[in-house]
């Protein structure tokens, strides 16, 4: 029985609806700053760094959803023991299409919110990567959301950033 299966019956509280619903806009924002690039553009580095919005998305979906969600808050031990360190997620294999990545983003969204929503704000979270970070930082779902809300929406602002230096499109512009 996973933690989700016996969390499954807790209706998600107003304040676990609300958070999820603002991570939900970040997520559309970083899908949607994407739309209409093809597949070269998607791959095309176009700040020092050499990060390309393909390699943001998966690692979004790897780094920051899956590992934040299935793996720490959850505990899911077939994503702990899978998971790389470095910075392997930010490099797509060139065989791995870009369909296959935004998808996959979708996916881990996905399996995020059950686990959200399977949950209480306050629940302790299952699992902490003492190896990476030292002592816990983050003690509850509502630290995760809090802290994975500001990193989606940081890397959304990188995304904004690449999209305009690409083509000059821009996601919202308030004047």
Do not use: N
């Amino acid at each position: 029985m996973t933690v989700t299966d016996k969390l499954s019956d807790i209706t998600p509280s107003s304040e676990v609806t609300g958070l999820l619903r603002i991570l939900d806009g970040q997520r559309r924002h970083v899908l949607g700053i994407l739309d209409g690039l093809d597949a070269k553009d998607l791959r095309r580095p176009v700040l020092p760094s050499g990060w390309h919005c393909l390699g943001m998305v998966q690692h979004l979906a790897l780094d920051v959803e899956r590992f934040w969600f299935r793996a720490v808050v959850a505990g899911d031990e077939e994503v702990i023991h899978g998971l790389t360190s470095g910075d392997e997620a930010w490099k797509v294999a060139p065989k791995v299409s870009a369909v296959e990545v935004l998808d996959g983003y979708r996916r881990e969204a996905e399996l995020a919110d059950a686990i959200i929503t399977a949950a209480p704000a306050e629940a302790a979270l299952a699992w902490w990567p003492h190896d990476l970070f030292g002592d816990p930082h983050l003690h509850t779902l509502r630290d995760v959301l809090l802290h994975l809300i500001t990193e989606t929406a940081c890397h959304a602002g990188h995304l904004d950033a690449a999209r305009e230096l690409i083509d000059g499109r821009r996601w919202l512009v308030l004047t």
